[in-house]
């Protein structure tokens, strides 16, 4: 997965929207903006050093919350200087490192996407786990890169449109009679991969029995759902538009994207149920000419506090077990790690993904084409 937070053209009144909202409320609550941020105000000398480092990220609101949580605070103290770029994809790290014109030291990627690269060759370089915070837990670490980041694909739908009526899980996405309206859901294009968990569980399939993915069965509940699906989309703003200009009453959505649209003013609202529990990680290209800056720069953004800043900035959660303590209860409540909302969340299986990508991405693409 990848791009899931990069910046496309709006329209002049979408834009207009959006950006009154994120200077007026960036939360979806004013009493967020109140808070003070944590301060990390030291850091191991190991930390420290000179030069530079040039991540990738996603561009959009996801990169203006990074440069305040932990660009410019690494800077600071660190004194190695941040050189942040948008549009963040393996297809560019794969070019680069195959070309030996390494441009980008590090990228935020999925876990997904660097292990998918992995198989078919050497793309990065290992983590030096010795450096890094003890309080990011086993599951968030692996060999070739840390996970830095935690966030739900959900479903996100105007309130508006169905008199009331509010869909909970995917056969209601699915129901267009109930539920009527143009869908949108993700493609696979810059390197997504499509949602097959979604159509299993409209298909009636427990959350609990996803894995291993029915292939079959997943097409065959794709078909249902085909011609209500006006936009196949690629970057995580396009839903937002899409929602905003009333072209689609409900979309499949990176969690984090609906706060701005809420504060805006937009009727929409996030359907927990049946989302899937992603994360985001740190990947240090191969070849990476500030290899060791980046790998500094990744032990300081998956600190405690580091972290934290970030849940303030954008609703997404923590790799820091102990990041909660600087974060208030009423910001963690809307968090995909809430324990309200994570409860309702499947875990997605990045190893079956792995094994089954090329496969699903492929027969996908040509069941559009059909």
């Known amino acids: 997965m990848s791009d899931h937070r990069s910046p ?19 939360f979806i609550r004013s009493s967020h903006a109140e808070t003070a941020w944590p301060e990390q105000t030291m850091i191991p000398d190991i930390l420290k050093g000179s030069g530079e480092v040039r991540i990738a990220g996603f561009g959009g609101t996801m990169q203006e919350t990074q440069q305040k949580a932990y660009f410019e605070p690494f800077e600071k103290i660190s004194g190695i200087k941040v050189r942040a770029f948008p549009g963040s994809n393996p297809t560019t790290i794969k070019a680069m490192v195959e070309t030996g014109n390494v441009e980008w030291d590090m ?16 793309y990065f370089e290992k983590i030096d786990y010795s450096l890094v915070d003890d309080g990011v837990d086993p599951e968030y670490r692996f060999e070739y ?27 209601d996405f699915w129901n267009t009679k109930n539920f009527p309206g143009d869908r949108a ?17 409209a298909a009636g399939v427990p959350a609990d029995k996803l894995y291993p993915l029915d292939i079959d069965k997943a097409f065959a509940s794709y078909d249902e759902i085909k011609k209500a699906v006006v936009k196949w989309w690629d970057t995580g703003a396009v839903p937002i538009q899409l929602l905003t200009d009333r072209e689609v ?20 609202a996030i359907s927990w149920d049946q989302g899937l529990m992603k994360r985001d990680a740190w990947g240090i290209v191969k ?8 790998m500094k720069f990744a032990a300081y953004s998956t600190m405690a506090i580091p972290q934290a800043r970030v849940c303030f900035g954008i609703p997404y959660g923590s790799v820091n077990s102990k990041s909660n303590q600087y974060i208030p209860p009423e910001r963690l409540a809307v968090l995909p790690g809430a324990p309200d909302i994570k409860t309702q969340l499947v875990s997605y299986n990045y190893d079956w993904w792995i094994e089954n990508r090329d496969m699903v991405v492929g027969r996908f693409n040509k069941w559009l084409l059909t």
């Open 287 to 294: 070849g990476a000419k500030n290899a060791v800056n980046a």
């Open 249 to 268: 009453a409900m979309t499949t959505v990176w969690n984090g994207r609906i706060a701005a649209l809420q504060a805006a003013g937009v009727p929409a």
């Open 185 to 201: 859901m993700i493609g696979t294009g810059a390197g997504n991969w499509p949602e097959l968990e979604f159509a299993l569980m």
């Open 145 to 171: 890169g840390i996970e830095m980041l935690v966030w739900a694909q959900v479903m996100a739908y105007r309130t508006d449109a169905f008199k009331g009526a509010a869909p909970k899980g995917w056969a």
């Open 8 to 26: 496309i053209k709006f329209s002049r009144r979408t834009a207009v929207g959006l950006l009154s909202a994120a200077v007026a409320a960036p």
């Open 107 to 122: 990228a935020q990627l999925s876990r997904g996407s660097i292990m998918n690269l992995q198989k078919h060759g050497e």
